[in-house]
C-alpha cells in the first residue's frame, strides 16, 4: 500500500526535523506564557508570594547564627538557607510542574487535542517545565540578593561545578517530572494528594532548608537512598567551597557520580514510564477524563 | 491510488472497575466495538450514523489515534495505525470534542496559530493559513477575541476551523453541528460540501439522520458497537425492501403500541415522543392491508389517534427497521 505523502501533495509546506519539533516546543512556551499574562494577579502574586517566603526564611535562619550576621559562622548559614532554597524552589517547580500542566490541559479538554497533532511528546512536557526555569532563575537571583542583603554577603566558590551540579539534578528531577506526570495521568485528582505528601518528604529528607546532621540516624538512611539528596548536598557545599563537615552524605568525588546518573537516567526512565501511563490511558480511553 | 480508510475487524473492549467497599472492585467488560470493517473512499463524504452511545465516537478516536484498539487494523491514508501514528496524525484534521478542545484564554487566532505550529507549518505558513480559515468561515469579527468570550456557536466553528489549520486530506468531524443553530449549521454544512468538492474526504459522525440524508454520498449505521447497515442513501433505503412507513401520531398509550408490535404484516414498530404526542412509527410491506387492522387494535387499547401519515422510507426507517427502536428514543437514553 502506497502511503500519502503530505509534503508533496498539500499547498502548505512543512517544517522537517529537527526544526518542527523545535518550533512546536517554542510555539508551547509562548501559548504558556501568553496564559499566564492573562492571569495578572497570580502572575505578580506568585512572584510577591517567593519573596515574602524568603523574609521568612531567612530570619528563621538568623536564629542559626549566634554570632551575629557578620561572623564566619553565619555566612555558612547564610549560604545554607539561601542555596537550599534556590534549589528548592527549582527542583519543586520541575518536579511539579509537568503533571500539574499535564491534568490542568486533560481537565480543560486541551489534552487529547495535542495527541491529534504529530508535534513530539517529549517537546509538549519539556515546554511546560521551560518557562517554570526562566521565572525560576529569575526568582532565584533576586531572592539571592535580598537573603544576602539582609545576611551577609554570600560564600560563593566553584561557580561552573555548581551550574554542572544544578544542571544534573535539574535534569533528574526533570524525569522525576515525567515519571509524576504519568502517575497524574493514572491516578488523576488524587495527584495533588500524593504532591502534598512527597513535597513534604522532599523538604524534610532532601534538607533543603537545613543541614543533613540535624536529622535522626533513620531518616539519614532514607536521605542516602533519595539521588535528590546528594544534588542538594553537592550543590551547596561546592557553592560554599566545603566548609568542615560538607558535603555531609558522601565525598564530593561520589556525590558527583551519583548526580550525573541521576540527570542521566531519570529523564530516560521518566520518560518511559509516561509513554507507558499514556499508552494505557490510550488503552481505557481516559486520556480526556476530567 | 490509496484508500484514505480501510477498517478490519475493528474492536474495542473497555474494562470498567466498580468499587465494592474500600479495597474490593469487580471488573466489568462493555464491548463498544464488536469487529467493524469499513473502507471510505477518496473524495467521499462517509456519514456515520447511529445514537448516542453506538460506538461513533470510539470508532472515530480510534481513527484518529487518541484510543487503542483491542483487535483488529486499520489503516488512514495508507499508514497503518499504531504503527505510523503520527503519519497519520499529520495526514487527518479532526473537530473532536467541539469546543473543550480550544485554549479559552488565547483568541480564537491564537489558538489556530498554535496549532498550526504543532502540526509543522513554518511561522508565516501558520499565520497565512490562519487568516485564510478566518475569512472562509466568517470569523474575522471575533477571531482576536478570547476565546472565553464567545457564545457556544461560535466556538464550535473554531473548533471546525482548527480541524482545517494542517489543510488535511482526510477531514474527520464528529457531530460539528452540535450546539449550533440552524443557519450556522447549514452554513458549516456547506463548507464540508465545498471542501469535499476540492477533493478532501470526508468522515461525518451523526445523530441527526436528515443530516447525513443530505450531506452524506454513503453512510453506515452503527448501533450497540456494530455497522447494521451501510451504503448510498438510496440503497440504505431500498434495503428495506419493498416495504413503506407508516406514521401515526396522538395519545397512544404504551399497551396500545406493544399490541401493534405482536400484529400480522409488521416488520418492525417504535415509538417516540414528539411535541408532547406519541409518534408510533410502523414499517410494513404491505400498507393497504394492515392500515385498518392497525386503526382497530390502537382504537381497542385505548389510543387516541390525531394523525395517519403513510410517508416515503427515511434513513430513520432504516434503522427503525433493523433495530426496532428509534433514534431520537436510543439518544435520549
Not at chain 2, 474490593?24 to 452511545?53: M, T, W
Not at chain 2, 454544512?189 to 440524508?213: D, F, P, S
Not at chain 2, 414528539?274 to 389510543?303: M, Y
Amino acid at each position: 500500500m502506497t502511503a500519502v505523502s503530505p509534503h508533496k501533495k498539500e499547498p502548505y509546506e512543512r517544517m522537517s526535523e529537527p526544526m518542527a519539533t523545535l518550533s512546536a516546543f517554542a510555539a508551547m512556551v509562548k501559548k504558556e506564557f501568553i496564559i499566564q499574562l492573562r492571569y495578572p494577579v497570580e502572575f505578580v502574586a506568585s512572584f510577591a508570594q517567593i519573596f515574602l517566603i524568603v523574609v521568612v526564611l531567612t530570619l528563621a535562619g538568623l536564629m542559626f547564627a549566634p554570632d551575629g550576621v557578620q561572623s564566619e559562622s553565619s555566612s555558612d548559614v547564610t549560604g545554607l538557607v539561601v542555596y537550599g532554597f534556590v534549589l528548592f524552589i527549582y527542583l519543586s517547580d520541575t518536579l511539579w510542574s509537568v503533571g500539574f500542566n499535564v491534568r490542568r490541559e486533560q481537565k480543560q479538554g486541551t489534552l487529547e487535542q495535542l495527541y491529534l497533532s504529530p508535534a513530539s511528546k517529549f517537546a509538549a512536557l519539556a515546554s511546560r517545565v521551560a518557562l517554570t526555569l526562566l521565572w525560576t532563575g529569575l526568582l532565584s537571583i533576586g531572592a539571592a540578593v535580598l537573603m544576602s542583603s539582609m545576611l551577609g554577603e554570600l560564600p560563593f566558590h566553584n561557580g561552573p561545578l555548581a551550574l554542572y551540579i544544578l544542571l544534573m539534578t535539574l535534569s533528574g528531577t526533570f524525569g522525576t517530572g515525567f515519571a509524576f506526570a504519568a502517575l497524574t495521568l493514572r491516578i488523576k485528582e488524587a495527584a495533588n494528594t500524593a504532591v502534598n505528601l512527597l513535597q513534604f518528604g522532599f523538604m524534610v529528607f532532601c534538607a533543603p532548608f537545613f543541614p543533613f546532621a540535624a536529622l535522626p540516624e533513620p531518616m539519614l538512611w532514607i536521605a542516602k537512598a533519595i539521588p535528590l539528596s546528594y544534588g542538594v548536598d553537592a550543590f551547596r557545599s561546592t557553592l560554599m567551597g566545603y566548609p568542615n563537615g560538607f558535603p555531609e552524605l558522601a565525598p564530593i568525588g561520589v556525590e558527583l557520580g551519583i548526580v550525573t546518573l541521576f540527570g542521566v537516567a531519570m529523564p530516560l526512565l521518566g520518560f518511559w514510564l509516561y509513554r507507558k501511563a499514556e499508552n494505557q490511558a490510550r488503552r481505557r480511553g481516559s486520556l480526556s477524563e476530567y | 491510488m490509496t484508500i484514505p480508510v480501510r477498517i478490519e475487524n475493528l474492536q474495542k473492549t473497555y474494562q470498567t472497575k466498580k468499587r465494592q467497599g474500600l479495597f474490593k472492585s469487580s471488573v466489568r467488560q462493555v464491548d463498544a466495538l464488536k469487529g467493524v470493517s469499513l473502507e471510505i473512499e477518496r473524495g467521499e463524504i462517509f456519514g456515520l450514523l447511529g445514537p448516542n452511545g453506538a460506538g461513533k465516537t470510539t470508532l472515530i478516536k480510534i481513527l484518529t489515534t487518541l484510543l487503542l484498539p483491542t483487535n483488529g487494523r486499520a489503516f488512514i491514508n495508507g499508514f497503518e495505525l499504531t504503527k505510523q501514528d503520527d503519519a497519520i496524525r499529520a495526514t487527518v484534521g479532526c473537530m473532536l470534542m467541539g469546543e473543550r478542545g480550544l485554549y479559552w484564554k488565547l483568541t480564537g487566532r491564537e489558538n489556530l496559530v498554535f496549532f498550526g505550529a504543532l502540526y509543522h507549518l513554518p511561522p508565516a505558513a501558520r499565520a497565512r493559513r490562519a487568516d485564510s480559515v478566518i475569512e472562509r468561515l466568517n470569523l474575522g469579527e471575533y477571531a482576536d477575541r478570547p476565546v472565553e468570550t464567545y457564545s457556544s456557536g461560535q466556538k464550535m466553528k473554531l473548533a471546525f476551523a482548527k480541524a482545517l489549520i494542517n489543510d488535511a486530506p482526510l477531514l474527520i468531524l464528529d457531530e460539528p453541528t452540535n450546539t449550533l443553530d440552524l443557519p450556522s449549521a447549514r452554513e458549516l454544512r456547506a463548507v464540508v460540501r465545498e471542501l469535499n468538492q476540492q477533493g478532501k474526504t470526508v468522515i461525518y459522525t451523526t445523530h441527526i439522520m436528515a443530516e447525513a440524508e443530505t450531506l452524506c454520498n454513503r453512510v453506515a449505521i452503527i448501533d450497540r458497537g456494530e455497522v447494521i447497515a451501510q451504503g448510498t442513501v438510496p440503497a440504505l433505503k431500498e434495503s428495506i425492501g419493498q416495504e413503506t412507513v407508516i406514521k401515526l401520531e396522538g395519545v397512544i398509550p404504551t399497551q396500545a403500541s406493544t399490541a401493534v408490535a405482536s400484529l400480522h404484516g409488521i416488520t418492525r414498530s417504535a415509538i417516540t415522543s414528539v411535541n408532547g404526542h406519541n409518534q408510533l412509527t410502523v414499517v410494513t410491506p404491505n400498507q393497504t392491508a394492515v392500515l385498518p387492522q392497525l386503526i382497530q387494535t390502537l382504537s381497542g387499547h385505548g389510543a387516541i389517534l390525531q394523525k395517519i401519515t403513510p410517508e416515503e422510507v427515511t434513513l430513520e426507517d432504516v434503522f427503525i427497521a433493523h433495530t426496532g427502536r428509534t433514534l431520537a428514543e436510543d439518544t435520549a437514553q
